[in-house]
């Protein structure tokens, strides 16, 4: 296996390092603004709106409904079109997420599970490099598919910049109330409420370092989708793709962040390096260049193997947000392929598709925890609760397995409120 950087050599075990690791002074400065909300509210989130977004939000954070249906009267009908074609795709697919109550009779007895969507989500959607109406998308419509009562948002406005396409996917998708609250102190006013702010059962969407420490630091209060990384991408690929076509790939995922990691693994040298030229090619008509470069010059990684079973194993090694199989028969190595995100198959499935309009949902495990996690779902929006009726023989039947159960594990009280049922049986 040859391992190839644009700058050096690197080791693959080394990119699986630090994946997870976050700077304890990020750590104390969320703790801080999450201690501050928690016991000052509003106060509190003025100061850091002031602080960290560079506006004052006198007037209040929350966005008018009329407001959410202006920006929608704004877009062009091309913007649009291109909004509602995707809020319907994605609507399609999540549809099939759903999960029903369930119960099952064994002898007189009943047992079940019970199905129930959360009362009120808070979603989460980035506004600091760019603006992310498929975040809106991607994240409020499955929680309506799942049936949840209440969404509410949270957006950045920095310098009091409202995103009129953030604001019009809102209003396209039902959320039902927007904050202009970005960072930390928008995690923490979802989780414990402030006097604008309500209280959120979950809280969902991808949002910086920051962000992510907020959500890890509150778990618990609240439920968390998961704790995103930066973003990645991994692109398995033989001599018969198409060099432009990978660089081109490989860069879309570059462009979001500096920390943003590109993956090519692919069956020959000669293949690699053209890859990689075209990548510089590319970069030198790109507007995100400054940013796509930066990811590319420290995070991009060509691995050269000797077989696609080989590249197989490297892609579950490091499981990846994004995985593209652009090979002469994708479908062939699919069974091989165990951990990943989201996986793209063949030459006209660039990731690119699944961050917009094919359907699944873009929010994805990143930073290899695609080896036990999965995409956001209609999963994530509801709770189970078990259901449990025993009927008298069924009872009496099992308690005497269970009492010794009890016995076992030295739960005497446990023991008893099976016994004391007997005894009034034999009275």
Known sequence: MEILKPEGVADLSSLLKGLSFVDPAVTQRVLDIISQVRSSGDEALLRFTRELDGWDAGAGFEVERSELEEAWRGLSSEDKRALEVAKERIERYHERQRESSWFCEEGGSLLGMLVRPLERVGVYVPGGRA?????????????????VAEVVMCVPAPGGYKNPYVLAAAHLCGVDRVFLLGGAQAVAAMAFG??????????VGPGNIYVAEAKRLVYGEVDIDSIAGPSEVLV?????ANPRWVAADLLSQAEHDPMARSFLVCTSRGFALEVMGEVERQLEGLPTAAVARASWR?????????SLEEAA????????EHLEVVVEDPWSLLPMLKNAGAIFLGPYSP??????????????????R??????????????????????????????????????IEGLIAHKRSIEIRLEGEEG
């Open 351 to 368: 990731e690119p598709m699944g961050d917009y309009i094919a359907g699944p949902n873009h929010t994805l495990p990143t930073g290899g």
């Open 131 to 147: 603006a992310y109406p498929s975040t809106v998308l991607m994240n409020v419509v499955p929680a309506r598919v799942a049936g």
């Open 194 to 203: 402030t006097e604008s702010v309500p209280k959120v059962d979950k809280i």
């Open 298 to 306: 420290d995070n991009g990684v060509v691995v050269i193997v000797d």
């Open 236 to 240: 398995i690929a033989d001599d018969t």
């Open 370 to 407: 695609a080896r036990f996690s999965s995409p956001l779902g209609v999963y994530h929006f509801v709770k189970r609760t078990s259901l449990i009726c025993l009927d008298r023989k069924t009872f009496v039947g099992l308690c005497g397995d269970a009492m010794r159960l009890a016995e």
């Open 313 to 320: 194993g490297v892609a579950n090694s490091l499981a990846p």
